[in-house]
């Protein structure tokens, strides 16, 4: 694969994922080249995980920090000054112990470093080195940093020796925990390194009993988990030597057993890397060429993964998935739809979902296939059925084929392919419970009989062959047009002094009222991108979907507010953190001055916007902010990612 052919690889399976990384000392630097290649493939790590070498990948990512700057600082590190003589205060031995390694270092002098020291060297340089790279990428934070400040859910295991057990450190379980302290632990490799002091405990690697921490991870948030694993290729030694044992010891230890992790997590997709034949304790062997080495065989078998993701994903994917709340419901049919199918059936009481997938059923039509809705008769207040005329106008007009019944056959998103093995669907929970999932996910060959009895009830509502070939496109649309739906539609734009305007807007400039983009939106941006592309329009001048029978659909641009100098994103924040995260810089926006109404704070820096797979979390939107005042005279300017 050529450096050009690689630049151009792009992810559509892991563009928001968890990421989890393997320890393995050393060898360790082998990660960034993996997160250089998956940052460079569009890959975003919604959360990270690692033990032992991978908790230091975990923490950089965490902290913000790019594969550049990962890279910079390993090429400048030397090894060596990372290991300390061992000290009393650290993990020292029994006094018993002790007068053992003093009868026997005149001969095995690292031995008696082990028995006298419980290591033969302190890794207090680990969590310096560590400490100091997350002050730099963490100016503001308070020394030493701690888990609350770092801006991303960052989770780091060590191993307890006294209860046995694992010791895990999170953004939202220890707070105020030192990031640095858990990382050292966690890198303390038994032997090699002291054990770690904690009150009255003592922490090692975690690998000893988790190399592969992909269980710290909350199953019901879904979404996929992108594992980097290391993989030694060892060759059998001239000769067995107690050094040779020992450190053929550590290494096995620190390696751990990761495929039982793997095969307990769902949604795990591994990443094999080769580190040849360094060993987690080769610090002396670690120059600039193995550092090269090692790199790139990171970066390459990432590209590789991500080159193959579509079988990759296939072969890893669960068949059958429960859908928790609304949200992983649309994720779900994102995601179903990554897979061309020749008809779609929906099955819903109501529209609402169709606003907060509208890119995603644009493409739909673009694409020539077949849908058709079944839905109830309008409900709710006048607003509420308002709205849902308007919506169902819209979809009719982009060539949906609407259906209104009294009694719905049940609730149901049916992906129908030529391939019988290939199709899906998910099904809603009837009786659902206060506590009950929404809908269960179907999907592959084990799970076929299951989608056929989905397919023959729905069997009378198929779209028909003759179904509309109307191709929805995006035209440009006048800008003062927009400015004044905009000032007759939101109150806080009425007053004479806004001012309104369109304008090319630097991406970096802007800060988000949110630190939060949920990951079925993020993931259609790539549709509406490729539409604006397709049509010859800048991203993301102001535009309409056009309609047959001449009717349209604005699409708005992404609105920003000036105060005190900065722009806060008002609408629109998963398209700028899409751009931001894929080098764009510059977008068309609605630029608005002078407003009056006040915003809850000053935003967030796009460095700090994470994706999500569930709702909002509490604390993470900024609170007393009415969003709904923003919803932009629904029907005409939709709520639009």
Same mark, same amino acid.
């Given at each position: 694969?050529?450096?050009?052919?690689?630049?151009?690889?792009?992810?559509?399976?892991?563009?928001?994922?968890?990421?989890?990384?393997?320890?393995?000392?050393?060898?360790?630097?082998?990660?960034?080249?993996?997160?250089?290649?998956?940052?460079?493939?569009?890959?975003?790590?919604?959360?990270?995980?690692?033990?032992?070498?991978?908790?230091?990948?975990?923490?950089?990512?965490?902290?913000?920090?790019?594969?550049? &700057?990962?890279?910079?600082?390993?090429?400048?590190?030397?090894?060596?000054?990372?290991?300390?003589?061992?000290?009393?205060?650290?993990?020292?031995?029994?006094?018993?112990?002790?007068?053992?390694?003093?009868?026997?270092?005149?001969?095995?002098?690292? &031995?008696?470093?082990?028995?006298?020291?419980?290591?033969?060297?302190?890794?207090?340089?680990?969590?310096?080195?560590?400490?100091?790279?997350?002050?730099?990428?963490?100016?503001?934070?308070?020394?030493?940093?701690? *888990?609350?400040?770092?801006?991303?859910?960052?989770?780091?295991?060590?191993?307890?020796?006294?209860?046995?057990?694992?010791?895990?450190?999170?953004?939202?379980?220890?707070?105020?925990?030192?990031?640095?302290?858990?990382?050292?632990?966690?890198?303390?490799?038994?032997?090699?390194?002291?054990?770690?002091?904690?009150?009255?405990?003592?922490?090692?690697?975690?690998?000893?009993?988790?190399?592969?921490?992909?269980?710290? *991870?909350?199953?019901?948030?879904?979404?996929?988990?992108?594992?980097?694993?290391?993989?030694?290729? &060892?060759?059998?030694?001239?000769?067995?030597?107690?050094?040779?044992?020992?450190?053929? *010891?550590?290494?096995?230890?620190?390696?751990?057993?990761?495929?039982?992790?793997?095969?307990?997590?769902?949604?795990?997709?591994?990443?094999?890397?080769?580190?040849?034949?360094?060993?987690?304790?080769? *610090?002396?062997?670690?120059?600039?060429?193995?550092?090269?080495?090692?790199?790139?065989?990171?970066?390459?078998?990432?590209?590789? &993964?991500?080159?193959?993701?579509?079988?990759?994903?296939?072969?890893?994917?669960?068949?059958?998935?429960?859908?928790?709340?609304?949200?992983?419901?649309?994720?779900?049919?994102?995601?179903?739809?990554?897979?061309?199918?020749?008809?779609?059936?929906?099955?819903?009481?109501?529209?609402?979902?169709?606003?907060?997938?509208?890119?995603?059923?644009?493409?739909?039509?673009?694409?020539?296939?077949?849908?058709?809705?079944?839905?109830?008769?309008?409900?709710?207040?006048?607003?509420?059925?308002?709205?849902?005329?308007?919506?169902?106008?819209?979809?009719?007009?982009?060539?949906?084929?609407?259906?209104?019944?009294?009694?719905?056959?049940?609730?149901?998103?049916?992906?129908?392919?030529?391939?019988?093995?290939?199709?899906?669907?998910?099904?809603?929970?009837?009786?659902?419970?206060?506590?009950?999932?929404?809908?269960?996910?179907?999907?592959?060959?084990?799970?076929?009989?299951?989608?056929?009895?989905?397919?023959?009830?729905?069997?009378?509502?198929?779209?028909?062959?003759?179904?509309?070939?109307?191709?929805?496109?995006?035209?440009?649309?006048?800008?003062?047009?927009?400015?004044?739906?905009?000032?007759?539609?939101?109150?806080?734009?009425?007053?004479?002094?806004?001012?309104?305007?369109?304008?090319?807007?630097?991406?970096?400039?802007?800060?988000?009222?949110?630190?939060?983009?949920?990951?079925?939106?993020?993931?259609?941006?790539?549709?509406?991108?490729?539409?604006?592309?397709?049509?010859?329009?800048?991203?993301?001048?102001?535009?309409?979907?056009?309609?047959?029978?001449?009717?349209?659909?604005?699409?708005?641009?992404?609105?920003?507010?000036?105060?005190?100098?900065?722009?806060?994103?008002?609408?629109?924040?998963?398209?700028?953190?899409?751009?931001?995260?894929?080098?764009?810089?510059?977008?068309?926006?609605?630029?608005?001055?002078?407003?009056?109404?006040?915003?809850?704070?000053?935003?967030?820096?796009?460095?700090?916007?994470?994706?999500?797979?569930?709702?909002?979390?509490?604390?993470?939107?900024?609170?007393?902010?009415?969003?709904?005042?923003?919803?932009?005279?629904?029907?005409?300017?939709?709520?639009?990612?």
């Amino acid at each position: 694969m050529t450096e050009e052919n690689a630049s151009t690889i792009k992810t559509r399976y892991f563009d928001s994922c968890r990421a989890v990384f393997q320890g393995g000392g050393c060898r360790g630097v082998a990660l960034a080249g993996a997160y250089q290649a998956a940052y460079d493939a569009g890959v975003f790590f919604a959360e990270v995980a690692g033990t032992s070498a991978g908790s230091i990948m975990a923490a950089l990512i965490g902290a913000g920090a790019t594969p550049d &700057f990962v890279e910079k600082e390993l090429r400048a590190l030397d090894f060596c000054k990372l290991l300390r003589k061992p000290t009393r205060k650290d993990g020292s031995a029994s006094q018993t112990v002790r007068v053992l390694g003093w009868l026997a270092a005149p001969v095995f002098t690292k &031995f008696s470093q082990i028995a006298r020291f419980g290591g033969m060297y302190s890794s207090e340089g680990v969590e310096e080195w560590v400490d100091e790279r997350l002050a730099q990428l963490l100016p503001n934070a308070s020394r030493p940093v701690r *888990f609350r400040d770092l801006l991303r859910p960052t989770y780091i295991v060590a191993t307890h020796l006294d209860t046995k057990s694992v010791r895990v450190w999170s953004k939202e379980k220890t707070p105020d925990d030192i990031v640095a302290f858990a990382v050292r632990a966690s890198c303390s490799i038994p032997l090699f390194f002291q054990p770690v002091v904690q009150g009255s405990g003592r922490l090692v690697d975690g690998g000893v009993l988790s190399n592969l921490p992909a269980f710290v *991870f909350d199953t019901r948030a879904g979404g996929r988990i992108l594992a980097f694993r290391l993989v030694e290729e &060892f060759e059998s030694p001239a000769s067995w030597t107690p050094e040779t044992v020992v450190k053929r *010891f550590i290494d096995t230890m620190v390696s751990g057993a990761t495929e039982l992790q793997i095969e307990l997590q769902q949604s795990v997709h591994t990443i094999d890397i080769p580190t040849g034949d360094i060993g987690a304790t080769d *610090f002396e062997a670690m120059t600039d060429t193995t550092v090269d080495k090692l790199f790139e065989s990171g970066r390459t078998k990432t590209r590789e &993964f991500i080159a193959a993701e579509s079988l990759n994903v296939r072969a890893g994917a669960s068949d059958e998935d429960v859908v928790l709340d609304e949200d992983q419901l649309h994720a779900a049919l994102v995601q179903m739809s990554e897979t061309p199918a020749e008809q779609i059936v929906i099955s819903d009481p109501s529209t609402e979902w169709f606003w907060k997938l509208f890119p995603t059923v644009f493409h739909w039509r673009r694409q020539g296939i077949r849908v058709r809705v079944i839905t109830s008769r309008e409900a709710g207040n006048d607003r509420e059925r308002a709205r849902e005329r308007t919506r169902r106008a819209n979809l009719e007009g982009l060539g949906v084929e609407l259906v209104c019944v009294e009694d719905l056959p049940m609730r149901a998103y049916l992906f129908v392919r030529n391939d019988a093995n290939a199709s899906s669907a998910v099904v809603g929970w009837q009786n659902r419970g206060s506590h009950s999932p929404l809908a269960t996910q179907y999907s592959g060959p084990a799970h076929q009989q299951a989608i056929r009895g989905i397919q023959d009830t729905l069997q009378g509502y198929l779209p028909s062959a003759d179904s509309i070939d109307f191709v929805p496109s995006l035209e440009p649309m006048d800008s003062e047009g927009l400015l004044e739906m905009l000032r007759k539609g939101v109150a806080q734009y009425a007053s004479s002094d806004v001012a309104l305007s369109i304008e090319n807007v630097e991406v970096a400039r802007v800060r988000t009222i949110t630190k939060l983009v949920r990951a079925y939106k993020y993931r259609q941006v790539v549709r509406l991108v490729d539409v604006y592309r397709a049509c010859g329009l800048e991203l993301f001048e102001p535009a309409v979907a056009t309609l047959k029978d001449g009717g349209e659909s604005v699409v708005a641009p992404p609105v920003v507010e000036e105060r005190g100098g900065e722009l806060i994103g008002i609408e629109g924040n998963t398209r700028t953190s899409y751009c931001w995260r894929n080098g764009i810089e510059t977008m068309r926006c609605i630029v608005v001055r002078n407003a009056s109404a006040a915003l809850p704070g000053t935003g967030v820096s796009l460095n700090e916007v994470r994706i999500v797979h569930v709702h909002y979390s509490p604390g993470e939107r900024m609170p007393g902010f009415d969003h709904d005042e923003f919803r932009r005279i629904e029907g005409a300017v939709h709520p639009l990612l």
